[in-house]
């Protein structure tokens, strides 16, 4: 069974600076996918990023970009120019590529606070 | 974008009652959506998949006795949790996978809050 591992339960960061979040992740397969979600005080999951893991580019997108180590099976989430709306819990979430199992599995979440 | 709704929003049931949330892909068809449990500041825990026409899979230790699935139509599925305790209270949530070829993509919907008393 696959695993996904979030070790800081809480980050802060000062408005307009970068801030990293860590996740790591235990699997067999080669072939898989990695998101990051956005869950704000609403409670709506929002898709932050999306990896494919037979891609060696580590995805980007906007302010929000991934360092993607497959052989450490790491997979970290870097927020630039953070702002107060991306104030959040972040969670780190795992999908196989095979087809019938598309269950995501879920880290256990980084609080994320910005402070002005 | 896709949309997902959730019926009701928050629902407030005696114990002993049963109670259903809906789950509906607005603007795609899912083969498979995705029921979770979240309790509070703790992370998703998958309950169980549903695909359409056929019976929920339930993860381990999911009572599924006690958390109906049904996935009648490719737009919406729904959960009853029948006889309802005071420990089931928590923030449901479910997704929805979309036909196509973006298959990695799973829409949430906003989530119920379910309180027994």
């Known amino acids: 069974a696959q695993t996904v591992t979030q070790s800081q339960p809480e980050m802060s960061v000062q408005e307009a600076e970068t801030v990293t979040l860590s996740c790591t992740y235990d699997?067999?397969?080669?072939?898989?996918?990695l998101f990051w979600y956005k869950q704000p005080p609403s409670r709506q999951m929002i898709l932050v990023i999306r990896?494919?893991?037979?891609?060696?580019q580590n995805a980007t997108e906007n302010r929000f970009s991934v360092n993607f180590q497959k052989a450490a099976k790491s997979f970290s989430l870097k927020i630039s120019d953070s702002q107060l709306g991306d104030a959040a819990m972040y969670f780190c979430?795992?999908?196989?590529?095979?087809?019938?199992?598309?269950?995501?599995?879920f880290g256990t979440g980084t609080r994320l606070t910005i402070i002005p | 974008g896709a949309v997902v709704s959730q019926h009701p929003s928050w629902v407030i049931c005696k114990s002993g009652t049963s109670v259903k949330i809906e789950c509906r892909s607005l603007?795609?068809?899912?083969?498979?959506m995705f029921w979770y449990r979240q309790f509070p500041k703790q992370s998703l825990m998958l309950m169980a998949t549903?695909?359409?026409?056929?019976?929920?899979?339930?993860e381990q230790g999911v009572e599924k006795d006690k958390f109906l699935i049904n996935h009648a139509s490719l737009t919406l599925s729904t959960l009853t949790v029948t006889s309802a305790h005071p420990e089931d209270s928590s923030f449901y949530i479910c997704?929805?996978?979309?036909?196509?070829?973006?298959?990695?993509?799973?829409?949430f919907g906003p989530g119920t809050r379910l309180t027994v008393t």
């Open positions: 699997t067999s397969e080669s072939d898989y996918y």
């Open positions: 997704s929805a996978a979309p036909l196509g070829p973006a298959i990695y993509e799973q829409y």
């Open positions: 549903s695909n359409e026409g056929s019976k929920a899979t339930y």
């Open positions: 603007d795609f068809q899912a083969t498979t």
């Open positions: 979430a795992y999908r196989s590529a095979n087809f019938g199992n598309e269950k995501l599995t």
């Open positions: 990896q494919e893991a037979y891609k060696q």
